[in-house]
């Protein structure tokens, strides 16, 4: 299947501090998502974004669709512990929702 | 309301055994999603449902697994001969018409092979 990129593989930040992570394909997406998983739960979504350049925000939370469509960037301020989870990006391609492998997120009071 | 729920949410198992997973989506949700999840990787595809269409069973990764939707609602993941590679968590979403990026996940069903 398609493959998505997505990094860092994990952050260790200090609160406070604002956090980037990206995701890149080899496919074009018409659809890309971010989510949060948070241990024994499922993701949750975040954002969705649909439309190449288009720039969302989510209280705390910004993402960005790639003018290419080939990627995503996530963008959080002023992080806070309850930030902590696994972060997924997501691309929509037919019916099926491609998954990059995530970025961890580890916020220290 | 109530959410996607996912039952058992911890399955062991021995290798060779048979396992099925089932998932309760939200009332009213066309699209159903199955997905696995394994250590420390992203969710990998396996099938999808859509109202009456034929579901769209290309990420399954073997003749041993299958999954039907009954009444266009309860969705049960089958698992034939288990394998310990197949130790996983199973996730299953759903989404509203209209709305397919819209995904609402159950807690998954953490299943482990012996």
């Known amino acids: 299947g398609q493959q998505l990129n997505q990094s860092p593989q994990s952050m260790f930040i200090q609160e406070g501090e604002d956090v980037s992570m990206n995701c890149t394909s080899s496919?074009?997406?018409?659809?890309w998502l971010w989510y949060k998983q948070e241990p024994g739960e499922g993701p949750v979504l975040l954002i969705a974004?649909?439309?190449?350049?288009e720039l969302t925000s989510n209280g705390r939370l910004t993402a960005q669709f790639g003018i290419t469509r080939k990627d995503s960037f996530l963008n959080i301020s002023a992080s806070i512990p309850s930030d902590v989870g696994i972060y997924f990006c997501a691309g929509l391609g037919g019916n099926q929702f491609y998954f990059g492998t995530g970025t961890s997120l580890t916020v220290i009071p | 309301g109530a959410g996607v729920s996912q039952s058992p949410s911890n399955k062991v198992t021995e290798k060779g055994k048979d396992v099925e997973l089932r998932c309760d989506p939200i009332s009213g949700h066309t699209a159903l999603y199955w997905y696995r999840q394994s250590l420390g990787q992203g969710l990998e595809f396996l099938i999808y449902f859509q109202g009456n269409s034929a579901p769209d069973k290309s990420g399954l990764p073997s003749d041993r697994f299958s999954a039907e939707r009954t009444g266009g609602s309860v969705s049960t993941l089958t698992i034939q001969r288990t394998q310990q590679e197949d130790s996983a968590v199973y996730l299953c979403?759903?989404?509203?018409?209209?709305?397919?990026?819209?995904?609402?996940f159950g807690p998954g069903t953490r299943l482990t092979v012996l």
């Open positions: 974004l649909y439309k190449a350049g």
């Open positions: 496919s074009i997406f018409n659809t």
């Open positions: 979403a759903s989404s509203p018409a209209g709305a397919a990026y819209e995904q609402f």
